[in-house]
């Protein structure tokens, strides 16, 4: 199942592979889609909640949650699915007004690839590693007010 689109996953098989029945799935999902959308919106949820005593809106607790919710988010990349929807992109990121809407979409597509990368090949380093590859990076495009990290 992990080298399958979307479109290629049947419910049969994920009733098996997680031990249940297919009327099971049914009462808590509506199809393969939902059941997804639900992972995504717990996931997030998650994260949300870790950080809703934190003050550091940095990248590095998105890091540390990616870490360790690792195999999940693997998932989602394998998927092409959003890891972060618009409400919370905006809560890791403070834009300087200079920012245009091409500046913005840069950064977060170079920050998505390298996170996807660090994910698909079983987070090697550090999410600290990660989180200062991402501030020199952005340093050198002059991209970001880099005391944000």
Not at 14 to 20: E, H
Not at 58 to 68: E, G, R, T, V
């Amino acid at each position: 199942m992990e080298n399958k689109s979307v479109e290629q996953l049947k419910i049969t098989e994920i009733c098996q592979k997680a031990g249940i029945n297919r009327s099971t799935f049914y009462s808590n999902y509506a199809n393969v889609n939902d059941m997804l959308d639900q992972l995504r919106q717990y996931v997030l949820q998650s994260y949300a909640e870790s950080q809703s005593k934190e003050t550091d809106n940095s990248y590095l607790q998105l890091l540390k949650h990616i870490q360790q919710h690792q195999a999940t988010y693997r998932l989602f990349f394998k998927l092409k699915m959003e890891i972060y929807p618009d409400e919370l992109r905006e809560r890791l990121t403070d834009y300087p007004n200079y920012y245009t809407d091409y500046d913005i979409w840069f950064e977060i597509a170079g920050t998505r690839m390298v996170i996807e990368q660090w994910v698909m090949a079983d987070c090697p380093e550090s999410p600290e590693e990660i989180n200062d590859i991402l501030k020199h990076k952005l340093k050198q495009l002059n991209l970001r007010h880099h005391e944000s990290f």
